[in-house]
Nanobody, 125 residues
Framework: VQLQASGGGLVQAGGSLRLSCAASGFTLGYYAIGWFRQAPGKEREGVSC????????YYADSVKGRFTISRDNAKNTGYLQMNSLTPEDTAVYYC???????????????????WGQGTQVTVSS
C-alpha cells in the first residue's frame, strides 16, 4: 500500500505546478483524498480535500481561487493544480487518503489512513 506524491519543484512567484498523488496496492476511489503542507517551523495544515466520488471539495482560505483539487479514479490518482503561487506556498506537500470524514466537514487529518511521502514546493519571489 503506497501513495506516491510527485510534481513539486522550484517555481517563480505567479507560476503554477500540478501535484499528483498515485496510489498503489489499494483502490483510491474508495477513499477521500487530502492534500496537506508543512512549511519550515510551522505546523502541518490542510490545503484541500476531495470526497471519494469527487462531488465535494474543500479548500483552505489561503488557497481558495488559486488551487484546484481533482481525481481520476480510473487512474487511481489524485491531483492538486496550484496556480498563482506565492512564496507563502513554499512547503513540503503531502497527499493522504482516508475515510469520508477526511473531507466531510473540512480537511480532517485525524481520519487519514494512508500518507504519501512529501514533495517539496519552493516558490521564489
Amino acid at each position: 500500500v503506497q501513495l506516491q506524491a510527485s510534481g513539486g519543484g522550484l517555481v517563480q512567484a505567479g507560476g503554477s505546478l500540478r501535484l499528483s498523488c498515485a496510489a498503489s496496492g489499494f483502490t483510491l476511489g474508495y477513499y477521500a483524498i487530502g492534500w496537506f503542507r508543512q512549511a519550515p517551523g510551522k505546523e502541518r495544515e490542510g490545503v484541500s480535500c476531495i470526497s471519494d466520488s469527487g462531488s465535494s471539495t474543500y479548500y483552505a482560505d489561503s488557497v481558495k481561487g488559486r488551487f484546484t483539487i481533482s481525481r481520476d479514479n480510473a487512474k487511481n490518482t489524485g491531483y492538486l493544480q496550484m496556480n498563482s503561487l506565492t512564496p507563502e506556498d513554499t512547503a513540503v506537500y503531502y497527499c493522504a487518503a482516508g475515510g469520508p470524514h477526511v473531507c466531510r466537514t473540512g480537511i480532517q487529518s485525524e481520519y487519514v489512513d494512508y500518507w504519501g511521502q512529501g514533495t517539496q514546493v519552493t516558490v521564489s519571489s
